[in-house]
């Protein structure tokens, strides 16, 4: 690792790139966040940057590892900054006035994602949110993406219809069957069988992805069929 740079500069095996991982920049311009993404202090990289106007800047080589990820974790993987490659979008987020990110900025992000999803034979589910691998601490890319668009380019997965043979009225413990559900999706900071006060954390992130319009941080029956669709996709 080399001091001068916000990234690792030691190279990867292409095999290691199994996930893309979307991010907002949530400060107040374009200039700030790549000021940001590529000073070496800040600590802080992804490998593409997508601004408003669909413009596309590589920041950091693909074989190398940009540190966007940060403390994170997806199924067996833990801090996936080694696994992925990372995506921001300028938006400046919950924090300082969260835009509908542009239409232009969509379509370059779907044409990007297309030609990584072929390059390392990327599996659909492994494209993520920040707030997928990190719920406790990161609300981006939020309820504002289109995740249910990209998914129909099969960037990202998505529910066709729900699963009406799931009966909650017999379902004595529907939290538990909840997080048994995103256990088996992929999320993580959480107990299966204990539940805790950041599981709302938890909730929200996954009805930002799935429910952007039903933003409740409870679970709901359509919160609830969502998660055991996606759960039993395959």
Known sequence: MNSLKNYS??????????????????????????QKLSNAKSKVSCHYFIGRKGKIIKLVPDKNIAWHAGKSRWKSFRDLNENSIGIELA????????????????????????????????????????SDIAPLRKLDPGEKFPWKKLSKFKIGIWYSSLNKKLDVSRK???????????????????????????????????????????????????????????????
């Open 91 to 130: 938006n400046k987020g919950h924090e300082h006035g969260y835009q509908n990110f542009s239409p232009l900025q969509i379509k370059n992000l779907i044409k990007l994602c297309k030609k990584l999803k072929r390059q390392y034979s990327i599996k659909s589910e492994n494209f993520l949110g920040h």
């Open 172 to 234: 004595k413990n529907l939290e538990a069957l909840f997080f048994q559900n995103l256990y088996k999706i992929g999320y993580r900071y959480f107990n299966t069988r204990k539940r805790s006060k950041t599981d709302k954390k938890i909730i929200i992130c996954f009805q930002q992805h799935y429910m952007p319009m039903q933003i409740s941080g409870k679970i709901d029956k359509k919160t609830l069929e969502i998660s055991h669709y996606l759960a039993n996709r395959t």
């Open 9 to 34: 500069i030691h190279p990867r095996s292409k095999k290691k790139i199994q996930f893309i991982i979307i991010h907002y920049t949530g400060m107040q311009s374009e200039i700030e966040s790549l």
